[in-house]
């Protein structure tokens, strides 16, 4: 049997990379997350409201510990101007397990 993960990806989307910013002070700020790497911008297309919509946004990939992913999705939510964001956690499977441990030891 796989022993399960206890870390996980955010992957989150923005508006703006001021946005993608101050969420990602935050979240190491509040200890949530051990760090973070922000993307774009990105083209990205999606239906909203019956619409297809095209959008230029930032993407932050946020690397922490499944018992935060709760807590870093309140904080998010809170701080998002999106009405609904893009909030998704993956779980990381394998890696160095050097970092892994450091992602252990920089968050709460």
Not at 10 to 32: G, H, N, R
Not at 50 to 56: F, H, P, Q, V
Not at 89 to 95: K, T, V
Not at 103 to 108: F, L, M
């Amino acid at each position: 049997m796989k022993k399960q993960s206890i870390y996980t990806l955010l992957y989150i989307t923005t508006a703006t990379k001021t946005e993608a910013v101050k969420i990602a002070k935050s979240l190491l700020k509040e200890q949530l997350i051990a760090c973070t790497n922000i993307l774009g911008p990105m083209q990205s297309l999606y239906r909203w409201k019956g619409r297809i919509e095209n959008a230029t946004e930032f993407l932050l990939l946020c690397k922490t510990t499944k018992t935060n992913v709760s807590a870093a999705k309140n904080l998010i939510v809170k701080l998002h101007s999106y009405e609904c964001p893009c909030i998704i956690s993956l779980p990381i499977e394998d890696g160095n397990e050097e970092y892994l441990e450091w992602i252990k030891g920089s968050v709460r």
